[in-house]
DNA sequence: CGCCGAGTTGAACTGAATCAAGAAACGTGG
DNA sequence: CCACGTTTCTTGATTCAGTTCAACTCGGCG
């Protein structure tokens, strides 16, 4: 997968003007993460966003029998945050974590408090991307609720090809709330079903 | 449970002043539904958002098999709408509908975006709300995935106390993804647990 | 080569769904 | 205020999806 840099989503993805990025750019830094590496731990308070400029990120949870659950993985062009602990500056609940070697552009959460000041129109930014985690989020809900496992897998193919090639299904297995095994069974089954078309 | 006007609620939970609350309400209409009534119905776009003053309302879908699935419950005090539709204009995916008789303080989209250019407390208030969505549906996902049908309930009684006397149980099961039978089987069990203390 | 973690497979088990029937609670009209 | 039908809740018997535990396979890598 090829990089991704923020200011080329920016301009592709806002309207934003070249003035505003290129003021975001000058206050901004790129961090890089080896596989395996936290870019944040439970506990700890948030204080940026996370844009995926290239490499792979999930955000996870590890309950009190130790399992691990996926809340959502964050490839190329992604951006990932604690946004409880970013905007109310409490612990964060979950993890976030390299799953590839990944390069992170760095977004202040008080750069970007700033510009939300001043900027009406970075205002618009941040605002659709919270409606856009909205709306994942309330998808992911109603699938929970409504769909089997075998549907949840279908429909994360569907969703995101490219993740399903890039991590262990083990971690595919967490992020639709199954065991491993299942996952395992699910796939056979859906195989069969292939062939005999 | 006793009603709670919308100027209340700003004036406690938000550093609006007098003029710009005074200026909302001059905008804003109150509006009544009978039991059963709908607010919102899945297919066509939504252009306000819902404050209910007295009453409580649900936000649910139907899946392919007729099954209702509850996403949320709004009692006084709280504000629901469908964000995707109201921001990005498309058909709702989901009903709104209230489940006793209600009356709602309705804030229309345009209002609101129209407040959000001109006055920057409002805006702040505006992403206080988005932010508290996107952390009570996190929380929501993170218990699908981790918790047994018996701690969702367990914390659906922890959490809302007062929904859990006047909604039907089937409601309860809808909400936290199990059927009706389940629901009442896993009280059962549970009212066996409290007398062996 | 040999190890090691990821994936697969099998067998037994379990939490929850389904189907069906009965009991309780509820509201509406007479 | 009672009688009725309707919805809600419970209970039982059975089935099923998904878990658990354990053993085995496979491909990559030191």
Known sequence: MNKITF????????????????????????????????????????????????????????????????????????????????????PAAYFIQAIEDTSIFLIEEELVSKLTKSHSNFTTFNDTLLHNHIRQLTKRIYQ???????????????????????VPQTMVASYLGITPESLSRVRKSLSGKNFKK
């Open 7 to 90: 200011s080329t989503f920016l301009t592709s993805n806002t309207d934003l003007d070249e003035t505003m990025i290129a003021e975001l750019m000058r206050h901004c830094r790129t961090l890089f993460f080896k596989k395996g590496d936290f870019l944040l731990r439970q506990g700890d308070t948030c204080h940026a966003s996370f844009f995926v400029e290239k490499g792979l990120v999930r955000q996870y949870g590890i309950d009190n029998e130790g399992k691990e659950h996926i809340l959502q993985f964050a490839p190329e062009g992604w951006i990932v945050t604690d946004r409880d602990s970013l905007y109310n500056k409490t």
């Open 144 to 166: 929970l609720l409504s769909a089997s496992a075998e549907d949840r897998y279908l429909s994360f193919i569907k969703t995101y090809p490219d993740i399903l090639l890039r």
